[in-house]
């Protein structure tokens, strides 16, 4: 894996064990995030194949329901310990931009890993040929049913799929 997504995902871990104390540190990991999300959107095909097998496995690790039992308790008394030092500190906003843009990142990187799958690829194909083909459109749509049109041509290609 690259350096800079192993450094991000050592800077992350400190989000989450609540490592991090200032707000200029919850600026600059917003902007390595956000940098990062840039780079996934851009390049996802153009990183190397353990680059994208680490982004996938920290977004998956990122979405894991929390453990159960003692340390479930544990955790959630320290997230809310470290919650009011972040409000009487007055980094909250700065934390809620971090966490924003890491939501935006895990998203990106699903997505991307969404566009890989072939059978992606088949139903976007098959819902791209079926609008540019005209042959389900006998109508003018307003704009406020375009969305509800689009998304009929996506569920019925997917269950074809």
Not at 142 to 159: C, F, G, H, N
């Amino acid at each position: 894996m690259s350096t800079a997504i192993v450094i991000f995902t050592h800077e992350f871990e400190q989000i989450r064990q609540r490592k991090i104390g200032s707000s200029s540190n919850f600026e600059q990991l917003t902007a390595k995030i956000r940098k990062l999300t840039h780079r996934v959107k851009q390049e996802w095909s153009d990183l190397a194949v353990e680059d994208r097998e680490g982004l996938k496995e920290f977004a998956y690790k990122w979405l894991e329901p929390p453990t159960k039992g003692v340390f479930s308790l544990k955790s959630k008394i320290w997230a809310i310990i470290y919650l009011l030092y972040l409000h009487t500190t007055n980094q909250t906003e700065a934390f809620r931009s971090c966490m924003k843009a890491m939501d935006t990142l895990i998203d990106t990187i699903l997505d991307a890993v969404e566009r890989e799958d072939p059978s992606y690829q088949a139903v976007l194909s098959d819902t791209l040929e079926q609008l540019y083909s005209g042959t389900m459109q006998s109508k003018e749509l307003k704009p406020e049913e375009t969305r509800d049109w689009l998304r009929s041509i996506s569920d019925r290609a997917i269950r074809e799929v």
